[in-house]
């Protein structure tokens, strides 16, 4: 803090707490223009407020009292919370995070625990409880409600990052910190505490050297006060309202509750949580938020109970939409609840089931799909062999699923599209890894073969209907949308793996699909480290298949079918080439990568015949390789490697060729080279050329 503004802090606060004190929450009325400024002005006090008790407590010690007393009045206006305007509640939503910063304090227990009674019952609880706006959400806005009540780690954030922050949201914050607060240790409690501790005299004498916290002497014992509603009372709303706010309650003791003993949680579970999934007229708003709970508590589950919170859990994933009711908060609820479950290496002992219910509620709606699909991800991730075993079986129906969601045109893919693709990558990262320690001989060969015929089969039909379709429908020549480009690698690379023969490359139109993928790659730019890989890993599997049963049009250029115009196009080799070119510009591990690619294409067989695409690839790759040199050739680094040693793979085909362009792109270019050259091989260089076929480079 600026030392002349530090003096002037207390009259700057005093100016602050007259402006909250002159709110009014009681009316719904908008007053205009004034009244919306007022609110951003408070708005603005209550965050200097965070700021100065979180990070210029020197100087707001004095007057977290006066701040606390001015959030306590605006907090207790939460019982209406659910009839105010965004900007209102957002007041409320910071007043309550005020609250929670001053407790964090030193002297914070002394200044907030005289009021946890209070607040408890009379400000955060009233927020905690199901309004009428929750159900109007629910069923006009079920993703802006998950984002706000049921958030988990499969639910992407969007959109302005203030409408995250509720009153709902830092009420259960607050009653989070209270739960964990002690007392300062060895001193007096405030009068609040004492009483409360003063009903606990009774219980054993090991407990009274031993400081409890307020979860166990007060948030706990509140809740219990709110009956668990069964068959014979869930049709009362009050009753489900206020149980609705035990179950966030619990989601907000999380924290507490992980540092209680072995059997504290599975007993609170079993007694406040798994009866609701046994109710014959459940609930969706209360299953949903017993969903979230479970999701938020999976980390401190014993082994023994979570397959009975699993089992709930399945069944709540599978839970359809009612005549009146949307189901789908529980079943987002529910799969980030068991992604969390899996995360926490619970392993169910079958995993069809699973699997059926999310590939069969794959394509009913866009949101859902994309949340089911990256559930799938976790799941694959998890099981690993377990998994990985049903693919075959699954694959069709899901691809199946991912070509309804397909745009009939050449338009950018919706994101359900990218979060398929990318759940397929996942699933033939898992295969591949399988394969490699599985597959041996006879029997146990013939099966991971046939399940890579399928998988192939199914990957294949998928991409024709993504790149090739479209471009038959058309009357005029469109290229397929750069989208999944890395995750597409993947699955034409698993195509290639499927190939036995030259008339499955004719089946599965690989040649086809190499060419859509070639043009699309030379395009590339959008170049991240954790995107590209897949890419190169392509490339050699595509050189790796010329080489044992030849491509069409890998070197030589195409003519399209009609009823597009009958102009060459560019072989394959050239797409891959254009895209190696770019690639040794970028960043290291694209270099390294690239140039090791190089070394492949220049080195093919059968470029007898076309001799002009070999040379054009070696000028190409010889300027961007020099031309990167220059840019770092001050200091020697490990980088000099890759890209002089893609100048000597040209220039061992093409010396005149390459010695002109090296000197063309700089007077005596060839000389700077040679000389780079020689320094590489000296036993100085680090690091050190190890392989043979580098050493041979340099000869």
Same mark, same amino acid.
């Given at each position: 803090m600026p030392s002349c503004l530090a003096p002037h802090v207390a009259s700057f606060c005093h100016d602050l707490f007259g402006i909250l004190d002159s709110l009014s929450f009681d009316t719904v009325v908008s007053f205009g223009d004034e009244h919306s400024l007022r609110l951003k002005t408070a708005k603005r006090c209550l965050l200097i407020f965070c700021a100065l008790i979180t990070r210029h407590r020197k100087h707001s010690d004095k007057l977290m009292a006066d701040m606390i007393n001015c959030a306590l009045k605006i907090v207790k206006h939460s019982s209406i919370v659910s009839r105010l305007d965004f900007q209102s509640e957002r007041i409320i939503s910071l007043a309550f995070?005020?609250?929670?910063?001053?407790?964090?304090?030193?002297?914070?227990?002394?200044?907030?625990?005289?009021?946890?009674?209070?607040?408890?019952d009379s400000a955060i609880f009233p927020t905690l409880v199901m309004n009428e706006k929750d159900i109007s959400e629910w069923e006009e806005d079920a993703d802006e409600y998950i984002r706000k009540n049921l958030p988990s780690d499969l639910e992407e954030i969007s959109g302005w990052r203030d409408d995250l922050f509720s009153a709902r949201k830092s009420a259960t914050n607050l009653l989070g910190v209270i739960s964990m607060s002690k007392g300062p240790p060895g001193g007096n409690s405030s009068s609040a505490s004492s009483s409360l501790l003063k009903r606990k005299?009774?219980?054993?004498?090991?407990?009274?050297?031993?400081?409890?916290?307020?979860?166990e002497l007060l948030v706990l014992p509140f809740l219990s006060k709110f009956p668990l509603p069964t068959a014979a009372n869930a049709s009362q709303l009050q009753v489900l309202n206020n149980y609705f706010g035990?179950?966030?309650?619990?989601?907000?003791?999380?924290?507490?509750?992980?540092?209680?003993?072995?059997?504290?949680?599975?007993?609170? #579970?079993? =007694?406040? @949580?798994?009866?609701?999934?046994?109710?014959?007229?459940?609930?969706?708003? !209360?299953? &949903?938020? $017993?969903?979230?709970?479970?999701?938020? #508590?999976? =980390?401190? @589950?014993?082994?023994?109970?979570?397959?009975?919170?699993?089992?709930?859990? !399945?069944? &709540?994933? $599978?839970m359809v939409d009612t005549a009146d009711t949307t189901c789908y908060p529980v079943r987002v609820s529910a799969a980030g609840a068991i992604s969390q479950l899996l995360e926490n290496d619970y392993q169910p002992s079958e995993w069809m089931p699973l699997l059926n219910i999310v590939i069969g509620r794959i394509g009913y709606e866009d949101e859902e799909s994309c949340i089911l699909f990256k559930l799938l991800s976790s799941v694959v991730e998890s099981g690993n062999e377990n998994v990985t075993v049903h693919i075959p079986d699954i694959i069709s129906s899901l691809v199946g699923a991912i070509v309804k969601y397909l745009p009939p045109n050449m338009e950018p893919w919706p994101q359900v599209v990218e979060q398929g693709f990318e759940a397929l990558a996942v699933i033939v990262h898992s295969w591949e890894s399988c394969v490699v320690e599985e597959s041996g001989e006879g029997e146990s060969n013939e099966k991971w073969a046939s399940g890579q015929a399928t998988i192939g089969r199914a990957f294949s039909a998928l991409l024709q209907e993504a790149w090739l379709k479209p471009k038959q429908t058309s009357e005029i020549q469109i290229s397929a949308p750069p989208s999944c480009i890395d995750d597409s690698s993947t699955l034409l690379k698993s195509i290639m793996l499927s190939v036995t023969g030259t008339n499955i490359i004719t089946e599965f139109k690989v040649s086809e699909l190499l060419s859509v993928w070639a043009d699309l790659i030379a395009d590339w730019h959008a170049w991240e480290e954790s995107e590209d890989l897949s890419v190169f890993d392509c490339i050699k599997e595509a050189v790796s298949l010329y080489t044992k049963y030849g491509l069409p049009d890998f070197l030589t250029k195409r003519t399209p079918p009609p009823p597009a115009p009958p102009v060459p196009r560019g072989s394959i080799i050239e797409g891959i080439g254009a895209f190696i070119t770019e690639a040794i510009a970028q960043y290291p591990s694209a270099t390294w990568r690239a140039s090791s690619c190089v070394h492949l294409l220049l080195h093919l067989p059968s470029y007898a015949s076309e001799l002009d695409v070999k040379q054009s690839l070696a000028i190409s790759f010889s300027q961007a390789a020099f031309s990167h040199f220059r840019e770092i050739r001050t200091r020697p680094s490990a980088m000099w490697r890759p890209l002089l040693l893609v100048i000597s793979s040209c220039y061992l085909y093409y010396p005149d060729v390459v010695e002109r362009i090296l000197n063309k792109i700089e007077d005596g270019g060839f000389a700077v080279w040679a000389s780079a050259l020689s320094s590489l091989a000296s036993s100085s260089f680090e690091p050190k050329l190890s392989r043979a076929s580098e050493l041979k480079l340099l000869g």
């Open positions: 995070d005020v609250i929670s910063h001053v407790l964090e304090t030193g002297p914070g227990w002394r200044l907030v625990s005289p009021h946890f009674s209070s607040l408890l005299k009774g219980e054993k004498s090991k407990r009274t050297n031993q400081r409890s916290s307020m979860g035990v179950l966030m309650a619990y989601g907000g003791l999380s924290d507490f509750l992980r540092e209680q003993n072995p059997g504290f949680t599975p007993t609170l #579970l079993r =007694s406040r @949580l798994l009866p609701l999934y046994t109710i014959p007229e459940q609930v969706p708003y !209360l299953i &949903a938020s $017993a969903n979230w709970v479970l999701g938020e #508590l999976a =980390s401190c @589950l014993p082994d023994e109970m979570s397959s009975d919170i699993y089992s709930s859990l !399945l069944k &709540a994933l $599978a």
